[in-house]
């Protein structure tokens, strides 16, 4: 991860919400959409590298990290497009790591002509359903945590989602564990915050329609991801017509492009229009 990139950050009105950014680079525009468990932070190791031949924006979605959240209802990929009329962008590639995967994938078939690109990786696409097998690793992983103590219920999904089921703690960089947790806990808060608020779902969801994303597509994960997702990358890949499907990263989870950023910054400058 660069040591050198310090995003100073920006903010602007959307949609009635003041989302914050960070922004870096000249030349086709890419934005970032951070992990339901993280915020624009896990982006540092990709900001400084696409900066060199692209417009890159990570943002913070609504209710997350630096962004506000009115109490008003909303839809995060109206959100995402509202932020590129702001920024008086016409088209631009999406780039979306967990939620923000399933955030691009929604925008991306909600606003198909605003979409240049999509690269999606360890995205749960909306509409699609966790197996008994996921719910039983979570079991037998963490079991039952207080959602209210967001210390504990950050180490558990750092645990689940982070190390990943094939993973032992200690096998994980332990600094990388601790901003892991210490990101969560902010997102853990946006969560509470966001479920008193009536969020917009796209209808039909994405996982039915995963033959209309019509753009360059590409798919990837980390080896220790779980098993649903790893699948459900195949899945994106076999019915998305321009779909590229990238091998699965060895040593790394959910969290792909923050804890392996050298092999996502290669694949994205080679896919990225």
């Given at each position: 991860?660069?040591?050198?990139?310090?995003?100073?950050?920006?903010?602007?009105?959307?949609?009635?919400?003041?989302?914050?950014?960070?922004?870096?680079?000249?030349?086709?525009?890419?934005?970032?959409?951070?992990?339901?468990?993280?915020?624009?932070?896990?982006?540092?190791?990709?900001?400084?590298?696409?900066?060199?031949?692209?417009?890159?924006?990570?943002?913070?979605?609504?209710?997350?990290?630096?962004?506000?959240?009115?109490?008003?209802?909303?839809?995060?990929?109206?959100?995402?497009?509202?932020?590129?009329?702001?920024?008086?962008?016409?088209?631009?590639?999406?780039?979306?790591?967990?939620?923000?995967?399933?955030?691009a994938a929604d925008t991306a078939l909600?606003?198909?002509?605003?979409?240049?690109?999509?690269?999606?990786?360890?995205?749960?696409?909306?509409?699609?359903?966790?197996?008994?097998?996921?719910?039983?690793?979570?079991?037998?992983?963490?079991?039952?945590?207080?959602?209210?103590?967001?210390?504990a219920a950050a180490a558990a999904e750092v645990r689940f989602w982070v190390v990943g089921p094939g993973r032992r703690p200690e096998d994980v960089d332990p600094g990388f564990v601790r901003f892991a947790e210490e990101m969560d806990r902010r997102a853990l808060a946006a969560e509470q915050a966001l479920s008193a608020i009536e969020v917009g779902e796209l209808d039909p969801p994405a996982i039915g329609r995963l033959g209309e994303l019509r753009m360059p597509v590409l798919v990837g994960a980390g080896a220790a991801d779980l098993p649903d997702l790893l699948r459900l990358a195949d899945r994106i890949a076999a019915e998305a017509p321009n779909a590229v499907r990238l091998p699965d990263v060895p040593d790394a989870a959910?969290?792909?492009?923050?804890?392996r950023p050298e092999p996502v910054n290669a694949a994205l400058l080679d896919f990225l229009p």
């Open positions: 991860m660069s040591g050198t990139y310090r995003p100073v950050v920006t903010k602007i009105e959307v949609n009635g919400a003041v989302l914050a950014y960070d922004e870096a680079g000249e030349g086709s525009p890419v934005v970032l959409l951070h992990a339901g468990i993280a915020d624009r932070r896990m982006w540092r190791g990709q900001v400084p590298a696409l900066a060199a031949r692209h417009r890159v924006i990570a943002v913070d979605l609504r209710g997350y990290g630096d962004s506000e959240l009115p109490p008003a209802g909303f839809a995060h990929h109206d959100d995402v497009v509202g932020l590129l009329d702001a920024l008086g962008i016409e088209r631009a590639a999406l780039v979306g790591c967990s939620f923000g995967g399933r955030v909600a606003y198909p002509d605003r979409i240049s690109a999509l690269a999606l990786f360890g995205a749960p696409v909306s509409g699609n359903e966790w197996s008994e097998e996921t719910e039983q690793l979570w079991d037998d992983l963490v079991g039952e945590v207080d959602p209210e103590d967001f210390d959910h969290l792909l492009p923050l804890e």
